[in-house]
């Protein structure tokens, strides 16, 4: 079992850049691949981004690409979302998630294949 932490989030203005962390416990993390969600009000839980349990492999929500970064440090326990050009519509509530993996080269990206997840953690564009 694994417990997630994010923090990061707060208010950026747009065009502007966050990074956001997602602190795990245990001593299996890279045992998980691992993705970020958001949820914006009144909206579904959409799928931001992922990496495999070694963070070689990465995939992006077409809104994201090119903007935003996933990566993970396995020594620290610890996912990441660097968050750059941030847009208006990037307000959210974002999630990490983690599932258990037992190969190098899986990612997934529907919410519902994941295990685990965090508390969210909120991000605030001001125009």
């Known amino acids: 079992q694994v417990q997630l932490v994010e923090s990061g989030g707060g208010l950026v203005q747009a065009g502007g850049s966050l990074r956001l962390s997602c602190a795990a416990s245990?001593?299996?993390?890279?045992?998980?691949?691992m993705g970020w969600f958001r949820q914006a009000p009144g909206r579904e839980r959409e799928f931001v981004a992922a990496?495999?349990?070694?963070?070689?492999?990465?995939a992006y929500a077409d809104s994201v690409k090119g903007r935003f970064t996933i990566s993970r440090d396995n020594a620290k326990n610890t996912l990441y979302l660097q968050m750059n050009s941030l847009k208006p519509e990037d307000t959210a509530a974002y999630y990490c998630?983690?599932?258990?993996?037992?190969?190098?080269?899986?990612?997934?990206?529907?919410?519902?294949?994941?295990?685990?997840w965090g508390q969210g953690t909120q991000v605030t564009l001001s125009s």
């Open positions: 998630a983690a599932k258990r993996s037992f190969a190098d080269y899986f990612y997934y990206t529907r919410s519902s294949e994941y295990d685990y």
């Open positions: 990496c495999t349990r070694n963070g070689r492999s990465t």
């Open positions: 245990g001593r299996t993390f890279s045992s998980y691949a």
